[in-house]
């Protein structure tokens, strides 16, 4: 069963960083489109940043600047690198993705991750 794999939460102080990993487990697949949300407690999800096929990434404004978005095909992993955050960037980060098979496997759409929480606190 083809699964996102997330991974990279944890607690940090403000100013700090963290790396989010979102990889693709039980197939050979490519990411084809892909974002990272975030929802906080007793707040909507939004959208944090992401990319489409062979486009730029592109990112909230509220993460423009640090946040970087990052792709290892090889892997079969995309990065979120989190620098410089603040306390409002605290909650449960999920990858959303379309994947296109490689080997000739069809396309999976709307899968989602299980997760990761990221609490920024001092």
């Known amino acids: 069963q083809v699964q996102l794999v997330e991974s990279g939460g944890g607690l940090v102080q403000p100013g700090e960083s963290l790396r989010l990993s979102c990889k693709i487990s039980?197939?050979?697949?490519?990411?084809?489109?892909m974002n990272w949300y975030r929802q906080a407690p007793g707040k909507q999800r939004e959208l944090v940043a992401g990319f489409e096929g062979g486009d730029n990434p592109k990112y909230a404004d509220s993460v423009k600047g640090r946040f970087t978005i990052d792709r290892d095909r090889v892997k079969a992993t995309v990065y979120l690198q989190m620098n410089s955050l603040k306390p409002e960037d605290t909650g449960v980060y999920s990858c959303?993705?379309?994947?296109?098979?490689?080997?000739?496997?069809?396309?999976?759409?709307?899968?989602w991750g299980q997760g990761t929480q990221v609490t920024v606190s001092s």
């Open positions: 959303n993705a379309d994947l296109e098979g490689l080997w000739g496997d069809p396309p999976i759409t709307g899968l």
């Open positions: 039980g197939g050979i697949f490519d990411f084809y489109r």
